[in-house]
């Protein structure tokens, strides 16, 4: 279970109760506050994907999840869209359409949406992506990282606060896959940018030391095993690491901040 951080306005989003799912993940359990950022890191086939679907209201699953005030189990499709994104692990989809229809599906479910500041909003994270020149591309037609920009920037619109009022819940499974570094580093600084406003975030991660910086809260997976949860000092020792992901690591402090150097 995660610590609640001391501000006094942080607000419980989810509690998760003996999660699981057969065979893919044992029963684990884990709180999210709103404005925190957890990342979920561990092995492949650990079982990280397996635990954002589950938070992500569209699976079955073993146990109990509290998200705001009702089960997650009890919302409908248009209900969780108003309170959560997602962001899954997956390939272009068959239809054709342009990104800024397909960017406007993003927001479909919403009502009263106002239209100034969305357009706002829009501007912003296309921006801060910089996939301001492809709005008007066919989705078909864009690179792998072009595609992931604009996937994750339909994520983030969806529960933005000043067009989303009712958004807390932020679910992205491995945002950084197929970005550059430059990008790679606007997709933290945004995903920092949402959390800020109130915004609770889940991501998947391979990339060890943007844990170790960008992260709030870390969950340890291994076999489907919840291994450690909590603090990412608390989690993230190396002795764990070592064992978990059967690799050489040290850890050096670099101009202040903290790094993990992989020597195998
Ligand atoms: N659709 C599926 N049917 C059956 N087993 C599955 C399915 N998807 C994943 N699994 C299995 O469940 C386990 C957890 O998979 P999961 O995708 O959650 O791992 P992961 O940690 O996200 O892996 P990766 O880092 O490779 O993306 C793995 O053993 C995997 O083989």
């Known amino acids: ?70 089960d997650l189990a009890d919302y409908d499709l248009p209900s969780l869209a108003h309170v959560r994104s997602y962001l899954s692990q997956q390939d272009k989809p068959s239809f054709s359409i342009p990104v800024f229809q397909y960017l406007s599906l993003a927001v479909s479910a919403l009502h009263d949406v106002d239209m100034a500041q969305l357009q706002l909003t829009l501007d912003e994270i296309c921006q801060r992506l910089d996939i301001q020149d492809k709005l008007s591309r066919n989705i078909q037609q864009l690179s792998g990282g072009e ?31 197929a ?26 991660n391979h990339d060890l030391n943007r844990t170790l910086r960008e992260a709030d809260n870390v969950v340890l997976l291994d076999h489907g095993r919840c291994i450690a949860c909590g603090g990412v000092e608390q989690v993230m020792t190396v002795d764990r690491l070592q064992a978990v992901f059967k690799t050489g690591i040290h850890r050096i402090d670099h101009q202040g901040f903290p790094c993990l150097v992989f020597v195998d």
């Not at 999660?19 to 404005?35: N, T």
Request: hydrophobic share 50%.
């Open 1 to 70: 279970m995660f610590e609640k951080s001391d501000s006094s306005t942080t607000e419980l989003i989810l509690t998760a109760q003996n999660i699981a799912f057969v065979s893919r993940l044992l029963p684990m359990s884990l709180m999210l506050y709103s404005g925190q950022i957890t990342h979920v890191i561990g092995p492949n086939g650990s079982g990280k994907s397996t635990v954002l679907s589950i938070l992500s209201g569209l699976f079955d699953y073993e146990g109990r999840i509290k998200l705001l005030s009702d």
């Open 147 to 177: 595609w992931q920009r604009v996937r994750l920037a339909a994520a983030c619109l969806q529960v933005w606060p000043s067009i989303n009022p009712q958004a807390k819940l932020l679910l992205l499974d491995e945002p950084a896959a």
């Open 179 to 204: 970005l550059d570094i430059g990008q790679e580093a606007a997709m933290y600084q945004l995903v920092r940018s949402i959390a800020m406003q109130g915004i609770a975030v889940v991501m998947v």
